[in-house]
């Protein structure tokens, strides 16, 4: 039985009979769950309006009732401003304020300052796997405007929100916003704390009607919130949001659904799940996935592509981190990959 839990907890492998088959019979596509923006309010421009107020978890649970386990992340971050204009001044506002206390005043060089603020933290001991590069991206055109996406060591991404009408501008722009969620990320309530996770459930249990017997229940949906806010303790919201996004993309697979289906405790998603890396393996076998629904009903990529490009062109432009809708895309361009070359093989030989 131990030799079997590992292949149960792998997306695109089915369990029991036909085990070397893939999901694609129980897998639902096109299963989303937007995310909420890392973005101060306004009112947290005011230097009298004290640090930003605590961020709303409870509708992570939804999902780990629903739906196994969770990515109703919609509770991340601070409210939306909903307006480019505000949008726009609360960037500018952060990036001026982290000019002064760090460079003096004058113009800052916004890429320069981002970089750099990641390599601060890792020289005050900040865990970064994989160092402090900040990469750039840009999505390749050949006139404006140009749109570019940024990640940070940790994996989240942000973009360009705004008309660019240069390259220069653009990658200008996924700095500023990258920025600004940075130094925000710093703040003592983007931290996971015993009375955060107390409110916060609390909140989830108010929300669904819960009783305070199933948080203190692993086996329970709010249970099992819990149970990941506290193996998360001491974690910065972007921290938690990097791992969420391992389950949003189960989740959007179908994976978790299948899991549950072989008999997979919530316990053992979390444990198996929380520890692994979003790596080129799990992406690889989610695109399998995309491959057999698009061999089982033509155009299913073609319709989730559409889709995914909305939701990532909205969350762009309204600021939002953008990871999830990012690695869905390169997924489905996976997948795309894949038919191609599954294509290709099967053409017949003009030799």
Request: with cysteine.
């Amino acid at each position: 039985m131990e030799s079997i839990r590992p292949q149960r907890l792998q997306p695109g492998i089915r369990f029991g009979a036909g085990s070397t088959g893939t999901l694609r019979s129980s897998l639902r596509p096109g299963v989303t769950v937007p995310t909420a923006p890392l973005l101060p309010p306004p009112a947290s421009l005011s230097a009298s309006s004290g640090p930003p107020p605590p961020l709303q978890l409870h509708s992570l649970h939804g999902t780990i009732g629903s739906a196994g386990l969770g990515t109703g992340v919609a509770g991340f971050g601070l409210c939306n401003p909903g307006n480019p204009a505000v949008l726009k001044e609360a960037v500018e506002a952060v990036v001026r304020s982290f000019a002064k206390h760090t460079q003096g005043y004058g113009r800052v060089n916004v890429v320069e300052a981002l970089q750099e603020f990641w390599q601060m933290k890792q020289s005050r001991g900040a865990d970064l796997r994989n160092g402090a590069l900040v990469v750039y991206e840009m999505v390749p055109s050949n006139n404006p405007p140009y749109v570019c996406y940024v990640s940070l060591p940790g994996g989240s991404c942000f973009g360009s929100f705004q008309f660019c009408p240069t390259k220069a501008e653009a990658r200008r722009s996924a700095a500023k916003i990258a920025l600004m969620n940075s130094v925000f990320n710093e703040h003592p309530s983007r931290r996971i704390t015993d009375d955060f996770i107390e409110k916060s459930v609390c909140e989830a249990l108010a929300s669904f009607n819960g009783n305070r017997e199933e948080a203190d229940n692993p086996s329970t949906g709010i249970g099992a919130f819990r149970f990941m806010l506290e193996s998360n303790k001491g974690k910065s919201m972007l921290e938690f949001q990097e791992l969420m996004t391992v389950f949003q993309l189960l989740h959007w697979n179908g994976s978790l659904k299948a899991m549950r289906e072989r008999q997979c405790s919530r316990q053992e998603v979390l444990a198996h799940y929380s520890h692994r890396a979003l790596d080129d393996d799990m992406r690889t076998q989610m695109a399998a996935d995309w491959v057999n629904r698009e061999q089982g009903v033509a155009g299913t990529i073609a319709q989730e592509v559409a889709a995914t490009d909305r939701e990532l062109e909205e969350a762009r432009l309204a600021g939002r981190e953008l990871r999830f809708h990012k690695e869905k895309k390169d997924i489905l361009m996976l997948a795309v990959g894949q038919l191609d070359a599954a294509n290709t093989a099967t053409l017949p030989s003009t030799c």
